[in-house]
């Protein structure tokens, strides 16, 4: 089969693999019908995150077709179209108990367990295509994806629904979610976010149904703005003004009552100490650029909470615990936990009270896949989502 | 301040010695130091405190994990080790020998399969299995798990300790952890494989092309 696959820095091609196979019994195998390219996966093509393996499949944001299932997979049959988590449950350990389902404690195969367990303590759970620190699942920008435990992650969805309306199921709308959700919205609360990505967006759509009174949306792309301006929330242009100053205006002199990091560990922006940890990434002193965080946490008001959906993988310098403590800040973070989210938001979708389409800017054929990582990556303003559709190699880009 | 800069002293020679000063004394201060009284043990669990007493000779591997299922259904697994080779990666092979004896064969640092002849010393259902190699086996080693129930409903607690002699001491050890065959690395593996099995009744595997994808056929 084709399929997307990481090759070094910058270099991703479409090669053709081998086909999955049932290794497990409660395994199924999908036929992707869509799949997009996510923001984390820009970490992957910079050269990021560490574990990646030369000929490693990406892709955690797909759904499709059930063509095969193991003996043991549940409801689940032949022909059923679904969703699939990113994160991958085993639905019967102790954190999938407590439907903390990113943490699962059964999906990293023991061999690859020990990388994560040594750099942050415990291991992680298993990711479909994001390197070997989660397990080195081959993901699904790809013609077919195994998916395991199939019993417990993918949703079924009703085929009158497009699969534009409900991809993003699979990550990015249940990340935004919990985001605004992590912020315990209250009557009145301002919320600002920091990145208009698609999780970003996700972020205050979700926290204006959460009820949020005032969502302020902070980035330096013209288009990314306009459309959280479309969502209703007011949007700050950091290179255009100065984003505490602004904040502490448009909050009678309070600062937001919750801060959203939806930029994570690639923050843009030619500011002093952003300069200071590019020069300290480019010699490996450090693994990530906080600036959006360390703002966020300067802006949000005492007492106050900060969401941190943005994805960090290891260190990073001069963060500053001491506005953190000092201002008695509530932080909560963490990779979503799929699960817990997908029949509300599935139910959401159905009812037309959310929608997910307007954020596609691009549809493309997986042969394509290398070109939308390179748009994704470097024309951030025109770009805000790219999906790609394997089956259009098959009927030549239809 | 002069245009010339003349320094007084060679300043790399001063540096160099005052470096080597201080690590002279630092080494002193360190062997030279008051024995101090014996501290108190406070709660520090077993497997915790015996590593931290332990030397250099003796190889020793202590990890406890959490099943959620009940301890005889855990003990009952474990004590049923004609299994393991079923789900556990580095286990080739398992025979009963008589009531108490048992043939294993394990893969070992440098690719080869190491065979051991186990000797079970103590069996307490539900709480405690005991074994070491006999004494003419290649490898010494001695083990126990020990089952106990979680709190709040969580399960069962496994605690594994295992001590070997490394058959090249330090520097044998040393490389098979570089090679990922190093005993204290397959031991944690094979535990959280059981855990897996246990709670899932598969063994966790992304690629078909590792050893463990061949178990689960």
């Known amino acids: 089969m084709r399929a997307l696959t990481w090759h070094g820095k910058k270099d991703v091609r479409v090669d053709t693999v081998d086909d999955p196979s049932i290794l497990n019994s409660r395994d199924a195998i999908i036929k992707v019908t869509s799949t997009a390219i996510c923001g984390s996966d820009l970490h992957l093509y910079d050269g990021v995150i560490p574990t990646m393996q030369a000929g490693d499949i990406l892709g955690h944001e797909f759904m499709g077709e059930v063509v095969e299932v193991g003996s043991k997979a549940g409801t689940l049959k032949k022909g059923d179209r679904v969703v699939v988590p990113f994160v991958i449950a085993c639905g019967s350990c102790f954190f999938c108990n407590k439907q903390q389902f ?164 690639e923050s843009h922006g030619f500011a002093l100490d952003n300069l200071y ?69 599935l139910e959401r979708i159905r009812e037309r009270k959310i929608d997910t389409t307007f954020l596609i800017s691009h549809r493309l054929p ?33 | 301040m002069t245009a010339r800069h003349h320094y007084p002293v060679p300043a790399p020679r001063l540096a160099t010695g005052l470096a080597l000063g201080l690590i002279a004394f630092t ?19 077993p497997l915790a405190r015996a590593r931290a007493s332990g030397g250099w000779r003796h190889s020793f591997v202590g990890r406890t994990v959490t099943v959620s299922r009940p301890r005889k259904d855990v003990y009952d697994a474990w004590r049923d080790f004609m299994t393991f080779p079923a789900f556990m990666e580095n286990v080739e092979s398992v025979h009963v020998l008589d009531e108490t004896r048992s043939r294993w064969t394990i893969n070992a640092p440098g690719g080869a399969a190491v065979t051991l002849d186990v000797r079970m010393t103590e069996d307490r259902p539900s709480e405690l299995i005991a074994w070491e190699t006999v004494p003419d086996a290649p490898v010494q080693s001695s083990g126990e798990v020990r089952f106990a129930d979680a709190p709040g409903g969580r399960g069962t607690t496994i605690s594994l300790r295992l001590e070997y002699d490394p058959p090249l001491g330090a520097i044998g050890k ?35 092309t590792t050893t463990a994808a061949s178990l689960a056929n």
């Open chain 1, 102 to 265: 990113s943490a699962c404690d059964n999906s990293n195969p023991a061999e690859k367990a020990d990388m994560s367990e040594t750099l942050y303590g415990q291991q992680m759970s298993g990711l479909f295509g994001y390197s070997h620190l989660t397990g080195g699942y081959p993901g699904g920008q790809a013609e077919f994806v195994r998916v395991p435990f199939a019993d417990v992650g993918p949703i079924i969805v009703d085929d009158d629904l497009d699969d534009d309306e409900v991809l993003f199921l699979s990550d990015i709308l249940p990340t935004g979610w919990m985001a605004a959700s992590n912020c315990e919205i209250e009557e009145g609360d301002t919320v600002a976010v920091w990145g208009c990505g698609p999780v970003g967006l996700f972020a205050i759509q979700s926290a204006l149904i959460m009820g949020a009174a005032q969502v302020i949306a902070i980035d330096h792309y013209p288009h990314r703005l306009e459309l959280a301006r479309q969502l209703g929330a007011k949007a700050l242009d950091f290179e255009q003004v100065d984003i505490h100053e602004a904040l502490l205006e448009m909050t009678g002199g309070i600062g937001p009552d919750a801060v959203i990091d939806a930029v994570g560990l």
């Open chain 1, 277 to 345: 940890d590019y020069a300290k990434q480019t010699l490996m002193l450090e693994t990530g650029r906080p600036h959006a965080l360390r703002q966020a946490l300067f802006s949000c008001r005492k007492g106050g909470r900060v969401s941190i959906p943005g994805v960090y993988g290891g260190f990073v310098d001069k963060f500053p615990i001491g506005a953190l403590m000092e201002k008695g800040l509530t932080v909560r973070t963490g990779q979503t936990h799929v699960h817990r989210y997908l029949p509300e938001l």
């Open chain 1, 366 to 398: 997986l042969e394509q896949a290398a070109e939308g990582y390179r748009m994704f990556a470097n024309e951030q303003n025109e770009t805000t989502k790219v999906v790609l559709k394997p089956e259009w190699e098959k009927t030549n880009g239809q």
């Open chain 2, 27 to 45: 080494v002193a201060a360190v062997l030279l130091r008051r024995p101090t009284a014996p501290r108190p043990r406070f709660d520090a669990p």
């Open chain 2, 174 to 208: 040393a490389a098979a952890k570089l090679f990922q065959r190093e005993p204290a690395i397959q031991a944690r593996r094979e535990l959280k494989r059981f855990k897996q099995w246990m709670e899932t009744g598969e063994v966790a595997i992304s690629s078909a």
